[in-house]
Each structure stands twice: as C-alpha cells, then as structure tokens.
Antibody, heavy 121, light 106 residues
Framework: EVQLLESGGGLVQPGGSLRLSCAAS????????MSWVRQAPGKGLEWVSG????????YYADSVKGRFTISRDNSKNTLYVQMNSLRAEDTAVYYC??????????????WGQGTLVTVSS | IQLTQSPSFLSASAGDRVTITCRAS??????LAWYQQKPGKAPKLLIY???TLQSGVPSRFSGSGSGTEFTLTISSLQPEDFAAYYC?????????FGGGTKVEIK
C-alpha cells in the first residue's frame, strides 16, 4: 500500500524558515515525480512545487519561486521542501502527492494527510 | 494556465444529476484530473486524463471533454458525495487547480 506521511509543520514567524518532509513507502520512490500542494484555511488547492524522480528537474509556482526549494533523497524515500522568507499568506496545510506524468497517464495520487504551517508573529 | 470552475457553489438533493464545468485558458489536450475533498481530509482522485475513472471510484462519476472545456458529472448524487470538487490541469508546469465547487445538500 502506498503511504505518504508529511511532517515538519508548525508555527513560524514571518521571515522565518521551515523544512517539511514527506516519507514515502509502498512504491519505488525514485521512479516517480512528486509534488507539494497547499491549502490555506477555508480556501482552495494551490499546487506549490514538483520534482522529477531523479531530482534533476524541479518546478515551482510563481508565488513561491525563489523562496521555496524542493528536493528529495531517494536513498531515504523522502521528499522535502525548504521554505524560506515565509509570509502570512504561506499559512496552509501542505500535502505531498505522488505524480504520474506520462503521456496518457497524468494525475496526483495518492496524497498524504497534510501538515499545517502557520506563519504568524 | 488558468482553470475556471463553475459553479463555485451548488445546492442539490440526493438523486439529482449534477454537472460541474472546468474551462482552461488554453488547450490542455486531455490532461485534466478531478478530485473530491471532504472537510479535514486530503483530496481524493476521481477522474484523470479527462475521462478515466480511478480504480475504486463509483461509476456514477464520469468526466468528459478535451482542449479547453471539461465536465464532471455525478449521475445520481449520493449522501456521501456532498463535498468540494476541484479540477487540475497536468498538461504543463506549473500545474494549476480550478477554484473548486462546493456541493451542498438542498
């Protein structure tokens, strides 16, 4: 069974930093791209960042480009996102999700349970 | 690529046929997925590649469309279907979501 477990969320002051982790199991981690998606309280879903299976290619939403860095450690089956220069508007539940991104087969599935990041003084 | 989802809110009764529309600002082939989200839970994949039903999802859910216009249809709304629904384009990065449709009980 595929499982994704996020951790690292918490309360951080504006301008601060936080690193989220997503521990994956139940599949060959290095064969799949991964994504981070967030949801601000009471709002919709926002795709944040993605990374290829090898880690060679990374992608970002404009809202986080230059502040967030996605990475992965395939030896540990773990996905990360380093979040710097955090703002109040980064407050959200952050989900990791397994990517399918091939011709004729594209989706994010499954998703982890999420970890809450609160940016506030 | 912007996705415009409509309606943003829908009030319906059990047994109703419900249709949600998602329009893309440019062509995305058939690379559109639909997700269902219940309060406090992670989103769940329903449909991918515009019309492929994810394994385990009831057949009352169906998707159609290509290019810039897509629909999610629930043929007979069940009590467990009251939730929020989101479309997502996977044609190109950055991936984007529609604004969501909340389906509530009339």
């Amino acid at each position: 069974e595929v499982q994704l477990l996020e951790s690292g969320g918490g309360l951080v002051q504006p301008g601060g930093s936080l690193r989220l982790s997503c521990a994956a199991s139940g599949f060959t981690f290095s064969s799949y791209g991964m994504s981070w998606v967030r949801q601000a309280p009471g709002k919709g879903l926002e795709w944040v960042s993605g990374i290829s299976g090898s880690g060679d290619s990374t992608y970002y939403a404009d809202s986080v480009k230059g502040r967030f860095t996605i990475s992965r450690d395939n030896s540990k089956n773990t996905l990360y996102v380093q979040m710097n220069s955090l703002r109040a508007e980064d407050t959200a539940v952050y989900y990791c999700a397994k990517n399918y991104f091939w011709s004729g087969n594209r989706r994010l599935d499954p998703w982890g349970q999420g970890t809450l990041v609160t940016v506030s003084s | 690529i912007q996705l415009t989802q409509s309606p943003s809110f829908l009030s319906a009764s059990a047994g109703d046929r419900v249709t949600i529309t998602c329009r893309a600002s440019q062509g995305i082939s058939s690379y559109l997925a639909w997700y269902q989200q219940k309060p406090g839970k992670a989103p769940k994949l329903l449909i991918y590649d515009a019309s492929t039903l994810q394994s385990g999802v009831p057949s009352r859910f169906s998707g159609s469309g290509s290019g810039t216009e897509f629909t999610l249809t629930i043929s007979s709304l069940q009590p467990e279907d009251f939730a929020a629904y989101y479309c997502q384009q996977l044609n190109s990065y950055p991936l984007t979501f529609g604004g969501g449709t909340k389906v509530e009980i009339k």
